[in-house]
């Protein structure tokens, strides 16, 4: 806590104080950029696009230049996952025997998720057409909620919430919830509640953890302990029903297929019934907010950007028609829609960070010396909308970008996803209901400003970033 010295040929960054470290320092300047992906941007103008912070007693180091996130990404001695306080959920878990973090066993874990995720089909239904039920699910509520005078105005950023924890728990646990179920909103106030707690650099009690002894109420130690074991108790609640009624040969979702294994003389140590829940515990993490979030900038845009709009519901008249809902085998024949996907995840990813790695060993990034636990992160603006990545008008919702020649074609800086060891497992999900709920609910609705509610462009800070508030106007089309 109280060292200042850093280590030599540690990458640039503010002065160290005692205790706080650079602290106040970042403090300082995210209060004046508003936005923590602002303020590390403004550090990489002044300091480089590698930067050494120090927060608490934890080395953080933040990788903000296009090069430099590739070589980060790609480095096996930057592939672990942080273990300390920092990343409090993972800790979490360790104390219950489970072991998530940078481990053989993580790797061996995710290509078995990988697997099952990429034959799509562990449910009963196969992963399409459970999204694409979900989806003309979501299309009849609409339809209900509109007013006598044939239109609604809503709040959208919040719209597509219960749609995604459906998906999410179907492919899950095989089960589906009506929005009035009392277990459905019982899951999204112990997420809602978790996320509003937790924030990209950590809560207070990470870099302080004597804070979670003598203050555990105001640190928010307290409420980020319970509600973790909340969603684990309302997790090992649905895992108990499943032993209890489990069918070999009827697999209802990722929970069932795990069972089997467990079930098998030949199981691999590292499958456990622990293991199962941190992993649900983890896809409710990283799943429910980025997408329901990424959604939230589509339809803000949408509405923005009229004409991207009318396009999108020009081609999916053309190929899809109005007699049926947009399916996944639509996607070849709709590069616009596609393009707007891509357009959506840039204009979020391009404000977020990856998931924090921790370096396994004493090793160097572009040069600089990165000592052995020190924790890495990069902040994507960097690659997707920062001064050199290449990207034009990159505050502008501009989904045409991504095509060229009539092709889509990605930047190699376009990585909303990552890449490498620890690349998102929940991709072609995201993209399938980004795709799938925007295409369905453009084909039947056009949304537009609210008179007298200009929606703001300023979005809301923190562990993923989202659209403020704001309100469309929706009205079905003729
Ligand atoms: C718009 C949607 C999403 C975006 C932009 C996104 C992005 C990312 C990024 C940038 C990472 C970190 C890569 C790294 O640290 O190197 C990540 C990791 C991860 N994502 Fe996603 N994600 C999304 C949706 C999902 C969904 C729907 C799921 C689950 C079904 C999911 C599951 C995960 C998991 C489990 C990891 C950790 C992988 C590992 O550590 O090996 N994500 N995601």
Redesign the pocket.
């Known amino acids: 806590y109280l060292d200042t010295k850093k280590p030599k040929n540690y990458p640039p960054g503010p002065k160290w104080l005692p205790i706080v470290g650079s602290a106040l320092e970042v403090a300082d300047k995210r209060k004046k950029c508003r936005y923590l992906y602002q303020a590390t941007a403004e550090m990489a103008r002044e300091y480089g696009p590698v930067i050494g912070l120090k927060v608490g007693k934890d080395l953080v180091v933040v990788v903000y230049g296009k090069h430099e996130i590739r070589e980060f ?1 790609s480095s096996e001695d930057l592939a672990g ?1 942080p273990k300390g306080l920092f990343f409090e959920m993972r800790t979490w878990g360790e104390r219950l025997g489970v072991l998530l973090t940078d481990s053989e066993f ?1 790797q061996e874990q ?1 290509r078995f ?1 990988l697997r099952q995720l990429r034959e799509f089909g562990f449910g009963r239904k196969n992963m399409s057409s459970m999204i694409e039920d979900e989806t003309g699910i979501m299309v009849k509520s609409f339809y209900n909620m509109l007013e006598p005078n044939g239109s609604m105005t809503i709040n959208m950023e919040c719209a597509f919430n219960i749609h995604i924890l459906n998906t ?1 728990w179907m ?1 899950l646990a095989g089960i589906r919830y009506s929005p009035e179920d009392k277990n459905l909103k019982s899951l999204q106030d112990i997420l809602g509640r978790l996320f509003a707690n937790v924030d990209m650099v950590g809560a207070p009690f990470s870099q302080f953890p004597i804070l979670k002894f003598i203050a555990p109420e105001v640190s928010g130690y307290k409420l980020y302990v319970e509600t973790h074991q909340q969603l684990w108790e309302f997790l090992n609640e649905e895992l108990k029903r499943h032993k209890a009624t489990w069918d070999e040969n009827n697999p209802r979702g990722f929970m069932d297929v795990y069972l089997k294994i467990l079930n098998s003389p030949d199981r691999k140590s590292s499958f456990c019934e622990k293991q199962l829940l941190a992993i649900c515990m ?2 409710f993490m ?2 429910s907010e ?2 329901s979030k ?1 959604l939230g900038f589509c339809f803000l845009n949408l509405i923005l950007y009229p004409d991207v709009q009318k396009k999108a519901q020009q081609e999916i008249d053309r190929v899809v028609g109005r007699d049926r809902l947009p399916g996944l085998t639509d996607r070849p024949q709709m590069p616009y829609m596609e393009c707007v996907v891509l357009e959506t ?1 840039r204009v ?2 391009g404000r ?1 960070f ?4 921790r370096a396994l060993r004493d090793t160097h990034l572009s040069g600089y010396f990165i000592p052995k636990d020190a924790m890495v992160i990069a902040n ?1 603006h960097g690659a997707m909308m920062g001064p050199d990545s290449g990207v034009e008008d990159p505050e502008i919702f501009r989904p045409e970008r991504h095509m060229k020649d009539g092709k889509i074609t990605l930047a190699d800086t376009y990585i ?12 072609s ?2 993209r399938a ?2 795709f799938l709920f925007t295409s369905a609910l453009l084909q039947h609705f056009n949304f537009s400003i609210s008179p007298g509610c200009p929606p703001s462009t300023e979005c809301i800070d923190g562990v993923t970033p989202g659209p403020l508030p704001f309100k469309a106007l929706i009205t079905p089309r003729k």
């Open positions: 990404l996952r993580w995710r998720i999410l492919m983890d896809m990283a799943g980025t997408t990424s995840l979020f990813a977020a990856t998931v924090p790695h994507l909303p996803f990552g890449f490498g060891k620890h690349r998102c497992l929940g991709e999900l995201a209901n980004i």
